[in-house]
């Protein structure tokens, strides 16, 4: 069984620049999240899923950042425009449903903003 | 108060002892208890998950609950270097779904 995919791996822009990531959760699997992780933290919810809807959202920062999930099943996270402080490890995670805890997290995007 | 608590460490442990992390929480509605394995520059992987008081064991790692105190800790027997990572623990909130995630804990087994 296929993980969960993210794209790209590595990401070194400019600040004020744009970027997006891609996640692409295990088969089958209804909810997705995002995640920032900073060196030495632990993640940091940034946005939930439940199929297509954002169930939860209050630690993304909206003036800023932007988050889908068409069809309910891929998703992707835009920030625009970026700021230096964004540099971090971006997760993507899926779970079977919103009541299965058990979280399986992809590679992660390394972003780092110039 | 941090919501989950976890000593940075980092923790060094011989190899073939019993590593001993620990992990603190706030919320007395929290139910589910996880803890990950977190490999430098990689992403976190389920090690085992925890819903009752007391102990669960599966081979050499046993976590161990106390939701009286609201502590859960992660036993890790016989360390192997390949054991040395960053051990999160990761906490459900009890009012929704969501986890919340220590910091985590530095392991080095020496060898």
């Known amino acids: 069984e296929a993980g969960v995919v993210q794209s790209p791996r590595y990401k070194i822009i400019e600040k004020k620049q744009p970027v997006a990531f891609w996640c692409n959760p295990i088969?089958?699997?209804?909810?997705l999240y995002w995640y920032l992780q900073n060196l030495g933290q632990g993640p940091e919810l940034l946005i939930r899923?439940?199929?297509?809807?954002?169930?939860?959202d209050s630690q993304l920062p909206k003036d800023r950042f932007s988050a889908e999930r068409l069809k309910g099943v891929d998703s992707t996270l835009k920030i625009q425009p970026a700021e230096l402080g964004d540099s971090a490890v971006y997760l993507c995670?899926?779970?079977?449903?919103?009541?299965?805890?058990?979280?399986?997290f992809g590679p992660g995007t390394r972003l780092l903003v110039l | 108060q941090k919501e989950v608590e976890q000593n940075s460490g980092p923790l060094s442990v011989p190899e073939g002892a019993i590593a001993s992390l620990n992990c603190t929480y706030s919320?007395?509605?929290?139910?589910?208890f996880f803890w990950y394995r977190q490999y430098s520059g990689k992403s976190p992987e389920l090690i085992m998950f925890?819903?009752s008081n007391g102990d669960k064991e599966d081979g050499r790692f046993t976590a161990q609950l106390n939701k009286a105190s609201q502590y859960v800790s992660l036993l890790i027997r016989d360390s192997q270097p390949s054991d040395s990572a960053t051990y999160l623990c990761?906490?459900?909130?009890?009012?929704?779904?969501?986890?919340?995630w220590g910091a985590g804990t530095k392991l080095i087994i020496k060898p």
């Open positions: 899923y439940e199929n297509e809807e954002a169930v939860d």
């Open positions: 919320d007395r509605g929290s139910q589910s």
């Open positions: 995670a899926s779970s079977l449903d919103g009541t299965e805890e058990t979280q399986y």
């Open positions: 990761a906490v459900n909130r009890g009012s929704n779904y969501q986890l919340i």
């Open positions: 088969s089958g699997h209804n909810t």
């Open positions: 925890i819903y």
